[in-house]
């Protein structure tokens, strides 16, 4: 996949929507009865690169502070879904040790991560940081966990709602309407190609998580060194 033309893509496609007022609410982020959970493998940018991100959040917050913002302990990018969040599922349903075997073998000869933050894109319910690996490890690592996890009987769900191949961070969700439009595309197109910076990644977090890895409801169930 080309990501530069993806992002590009997407952002032409979602920013057209918002401006038309064709966004996407998400009615369920004050849900307190919200029982979506599951179990992701993934990654915490730099304290640096977050840093720079919140020079964004704060023009966005200016803009419309009524909307979701994710605080810097939320801040991720999704290596791989391994159990996609749905309601009922609990950690008492599986055995978090045999995942943890299970990434320890895709870890073997993996190269490290590094990746690079450049420019926003949108979906028609977010705003997301542009991710762009700088080799192919971690498309190594993602096609290594899914042979692996699909030679086991473990309970997962990888790739169910769509297959990962990119490495952006949500930031920010709508969750009323928005107050001005164009001035939210305003801000986004500031910062279209503004660079966050890159960074070598040190350890991944296999978690236990809800839908918005929100961090007071998120169990960290093992980390994994590179």
């Given amino acids: ?3 530069n033309e993806h992002y590009k893509e997407l952002y032409k496609k979602s920013s057209e929507a918002i401006l038309s007022k064709n ?4 009615q369920q982020i004050n849900d307190a009865s919200d029982s979506r959970f599951g179990i992701t493998l993934l990654i915490r940018p730099s304290e640096k690169i977050k840093s720079e991100i919140n020079l964004l959040l704060n023009e966005l917050k200016e803009v419309d502070s009524d909307q979701y913002f994710y605080p810097d302990s939320d801040i991720h990018i999704t290596v791989l879904s391994i159990i996609s969040c749905h309601e009922g599922f609990d950690l008492n349903q599986i055995s978090p040790h045999d995942y943890i075997e299970i990434i320890c073998k895709s ?3 993996i190269d490290k991560i590094k990746i690079a933050f450049r420019g926003v894109t949108a ?3 977010a705003v997301m940081i542009q991710g762009f690996p700088l080799d192919d490890s971690i498309d190594i690592l ?6 692996n996890f699909q030679n086991t009987n473990l309970k997962q769900s990888i790739d169910s709602r769509y297959t990962i191949s990119t490495a952006h961070s949500t930031i920010m969700r709508f969750k009323e309407n928005l107050k001005d439009p164009e001035k939210l595309i305003a801000v986004t197109e500031k910062f279209r190609d503004y660079d966050f910076g890159e960074f070598t990644v040190e350890n991944l977090e296999l978690v236990y998580n809800d839908w918005y890895q929100r961090a007071e409801n998120t169990k960290v169930l093992g980390e994994f060194r590179l």
């Fill in 107 to 109: 870890l073997v000869d």
């Fill in 1 to 3: 996949m080309n990501l």
């Fill in 23 to 26: 966004y996407v609410l998400d």
């Fill in 142 to 147: 993602r096609n290594k966990l899914r042979e």
């Fill in 123 to 125: 979906s028609s319910s």
